[in-house]
């Protein structure tokens, strides 16, 4: 068997190393390698592999682990998707696969799969019409609700604004939003003490979950949210594990707030989460539990033959 793991991932980073530790702890060696690098060759009789990935030439890998997708043009990303498609079709484990990387990094099909499956989110609306979202402001903010607008693809709290029936309309368009309205509803978790909840699934199972308190309505950790861990069981873990069903991941970082009557919704799932701040709060070894559980999915799969 071809111990090399390639890990997808233009920045190894913190994460990176944690997966190369966990990696080597079974005896695996992670490679890192960008989605960029990888090439189609598809030409007919070519003894090789019809997806080229950067180390592996001469046969496929029985998988490959998902940790970072590179932005850019639409069809730059739809190639790279595209390679994620092409390598599950051919056999490859691919975790997470192309199929759920799409569902999540786009919070307008997030919301409505959670939305079609049930799962407790803010009411949202997506619009590229200026007049559309306007009609939708003055209606929600004239009733005394807020709401906020969030670019569709974005992470770790940047380019998301609060809205108030003070705030001035049209809104100008930050280069985050890019001329399309994402807009929810806003969940207050208490002024002056706000706060959400990180949970992190694998495989359908809740395995660790954090509270984070923000000194402002945002609290993302990336916006200087402090971490504090929580038992990752109960409704929370219940409601966590339902968001990742209703977008079909292999594993994913849900956030959770809770309003000021206590319930509670989900706001974003993310399939290609961060978990720095919630392994420093909690002490699990959340790269160790992905890795195995990537391994064990690998050991499960049928070998691939690749047919020259």
């Not at 079709?89 to 691919?94: E, Q, T």
Request: with cysteine; net charge neutral.
């Amino acid at each position: 068997m071809n111990h090399r793991i390639p890990v997808f991932t233009d920045d190894p980073g913190w994460h990176g190393k944690r997966l190369k530790e966990a990696f080597a702890a079974r005896g695996y060696e992670a490679v890192f390698v960008s989605l960029k690098d990888c090439v189609f060759n598809l030409g007919f009789g070519a003894n090789q592999p019809a997806v080229l990935i950067p180390g592996f030439e001469d046969a496929l890998p029985k998988g490959v682990f998902v940790r970072g997708v590179p932005g850019g043009t639409l069809q730059r990303v739809i190639a790279r998707l595209d390679i994620l498609h092409a390598l599950k079709l051919l056999g490859v484990v691919v975790y997470n696969d192309g199929h759920a990387v799409e569902r999540t990094v786009d919070k307008a099909m997030t919301s409505f799969l959670l939305h079609l499956n049930q799962v407790p989110t803010p009411q949202t609306w997506v619009c590229e019409s200026r007049y559309q979202a306007q009609e939708i402001y003055l209606r929600e903010t004239m009733a005394g609700r807020q709401l906020v607008l969030k670019p569709l693809f974005g992470s770790q709290g940047q380019g998301i604004r609060k809205l108030t029936h003070e705030t001035a309309f049209p809104i100008p368009m930050a280069q985050y939003v890019d001329g399309l309205y994402y807009l929810q509803a806003y969940v207050d978790s208490g002024e002056g003490a706000w706060h959400d909840h990180r949970v992190f699934v694998i495989r359908g199972k809740a395995v660790a979950a954090m509270i984070r308190h923000g000194s402002q309505w945002v609290n993302n950790v990336a916006q200087g949210g402090r971490c504090e861990a929580v038992a990752a069981d109960g409704e929370l873990a219940l409601l966590a594990e339902a968001a990742a069903r209703a977008v079909n991941v292999d594993y994913c970082g849900v956030d959770i707030i809770r309003d000021g009557d206590g319930k509670l919704y989900v706001l974003e799932v993310n399939s290609i989460p961060a978990w720095k701040g919630l392994q420093g709060a909690t002490g699990v070894n959340i790269g160790q539990l992905l890795v195995d559980d990537f391994l064990s999915c690998i050991h499960t799969q049928p070998a691939l033959t690749i047919v020259s």
